[in-house]
């Protein structure tokens, strides 16, 4: 039942990027949407759109404000640097706001929140149902860590891993490696949404025995955002935050039910 209502709400969306009529005219050039393949939140084949949640919906934002859009498949440590050096013209699905960030790039309104960032970890480390555990604790345990390269995972938590001591933290390009090396024993731990891991052990359930979740006492739910370079007008900035607001609220509840689902 949960593969099928899954199915259906992506369909609703989908649907929807072909109904949503553009109320407003926004730019004379597409702006380049880059995404990496990062289910369940993005989805790629051959370098084109094949659905995730995130990126059916910012492909509806983008329809719904009249703003024309070029899909492009790009890392995500080569979209910071495009962003930071570059006038592009471009804008990226589903990123956190960092002050760093800021610095140059802009950001629309929430488009979705996700649910707070906890820690897979080997299961002979963690108790089964374990008890959430701030970072700072988990950290003192001496564990290798992976984390996803080119990530943030918000400045507290950024911060921490940047005072570990050398050689205990490892960046992947792939979150399915990282938990493959985990349930190997290769790694210790790694940071991950729970929608992703759930995702993830959805598609290689035989992890699922080797690898426990642990939530953190110092995470809170995140919210992503659309992040566009400076060469990304304000005046288009305005239109994809009212196409947000026109279309977010009503399948809100719909998004974030998605997150826990496998298919």
Known sequence: MRKCLLHAVLASLATAICLAAPTRGAAEDPVTLFVFDRPPFYHLENGQPDGGFLLILAQTVFQ???VPYDVREMPPGRILATFETEDAKACAVGW????????FARFSNPIYVNKPLGVAARAPLAPENARPQPLGRLLENHW????RLGFSYG???DAAFAAAPAGTVTRFSDPAIMLRLLAKGRLDAMLIEPE???WLLGQEPQLAAAIRFVPLTDAKPRARY????DAVSPGVM???DAAIDELVGPVADKIRRIGTMRH
């Open 196 to 198: 992703e891991l759930s």
């Open 155 to 157: 400045p507290a938590m």
């Open 226 to 229: 659309i992040m566009c370079d």
């Open 238 to 240: 305005k239109h994809l």
């Open 144 to 147: 290798t860590w992976g984390l």
């Open 96 to 103: 956190l706001r960092t002050p760093a960030r800021q610095r």
């Open 64 to 66: 719904r404000a009249g």
